[in-house]
């Protein structure tokens, strides 16, 4: 590449927060075209975050200021789940009082940050808001822990589809 001419690119690039890019040319070219948008997501398993996700705060931080909007995913819904998160053992239940506390503790931190006014305010939506429609998240934690992968392995046909390489889906 040549040159890169997108203020977003410019300064992280001169930052160091950059280190690959699939198509860099493209996205500076995409950046160059107006205000784009773009998102990270937590879940709310804590009432604070960790030093690890200050670098894509700052990221969010440097999107906005160079005139781009943020939108921030809280996973109010995914929480609910359990979810391991690559841990040896599940991730405790969380209430629904603890994880509404909890989001309220992560979106205070994003408030030193972001804006969330003017016309790239940032938007911070929770995915409980749709999720919980589905009643998904209620099936998942309720019934989904009585079916462990461990159980599931051991079932002959299970084995041979592996086997195969054929599709094992959750169905």
């Not at 603890?98 to 979106?107: H, M, S």
């Not at 002959?156 to 054929?166: A, Y």
């Amino acid at each position: 590449m040549t040159q890169i001419r997108s203020e977003f690119l410019r300064v992280v690039t001169e930052r160091g927060f950059l280190h690959q890019c699939t198509d860099l040319e493209a996205l500076d070219r995409k950046l160059l075209e107006g205000p784009q948008v773009c998102y990270i997501g937590f879940d709310c398993t804590a009432d604070s975050l960790h030093v690890g996700s200050l670098l894509p705060i700052m990221l969010l931080r440097w999107w906005q200021k160079t005139g781009n909007r943020p939108l921030v995913l809280m996973g109010g819904g995914t929480t609910r789940i359990g979810d391991p998160s690559g841990k040896d053992e599940s991730r405790k239940l969380l209430s629904d009082a603890d994880i509404a506390r909890n989001l309220a503790g992560i979106k205070s931190i994003f408030t030193r940050y972001l804006d969330f006014d003017g016309p790239l305010a940032t938007q911070m939506s929770n995915n409980a808001e749709w999720l919980d429609k589905l009643n998904y998240i209620e099936f998942l934690r309720d019934f989904g822990r009585h079916f462990t992968v461990n159980r599931m392995l051991t079932f002959e046909s299970v084995k041979l589809r592996l086997d195969r390489e054929q599709p094992l889906t959750f169905l």
